[in-house]
């Protein structure tokens, strides 16, 4: 993903986005600035920039990472609460995996094909 990432140059694109749809481009920065407002939400900002950055990391956009962590260390975060955003992230993406593993022996059949004797173990 590296040899995409320019973060300077891509920021060039959003012309794409100005040209083709502007009214949809207006309604989302709008919409990202009203979250990301920093003050007049509950969550403080530093808090809703560490959420930022644990999805952007388990959906590893690295636009995301990057601007969030900036944004976050912006609004006061620090080097723990950037590790333990990173660490939450890491667990989600981990249990989903474990929680979708449960669901391949659901829907496997395993367990309908070894009460039947065709499967042991």
């Not at 003050?39 to 388990?58: N, Y």
């Not at 989600?92 to 059949?109: C, D, E, N, V």
Request: aromatic residues 10%; glycine residues 10%.
């Amino acid at each position: 993903m590296s040899d995409f990432f320019d973060r300077e140059g891509d920021r060039a694109y959003t012309r794409d986005y100005k040209d083709s749809t502007p009214d949809i481009l207006a309604s989302f920065n709008d919409f990202n600035s009203t979250v990301f407002a920093a003050e007049g939400r509950e969550i403080p900002l530093k808090f809703r920039e560490l959420i930022a950055l644990a999805v952007g990391i388990t959906t590893q956009c690295t636009y995301c990472i990057d601007a969030h962590a900036q944004a976050a260390v912006k609004a006061g975060a620090s080097q723990a609460e950037l590790a333990e955003a990173a660490w939450v992230a890491t667990a989600i993406r981990a249990g989903g995996g474990f929680a979708h593993g449960r669901l391949a022996f659901k829907l496997s059949g395993i367990h309908d094909l070894a009460e039947a004797g065709h499967v042991h173990g």
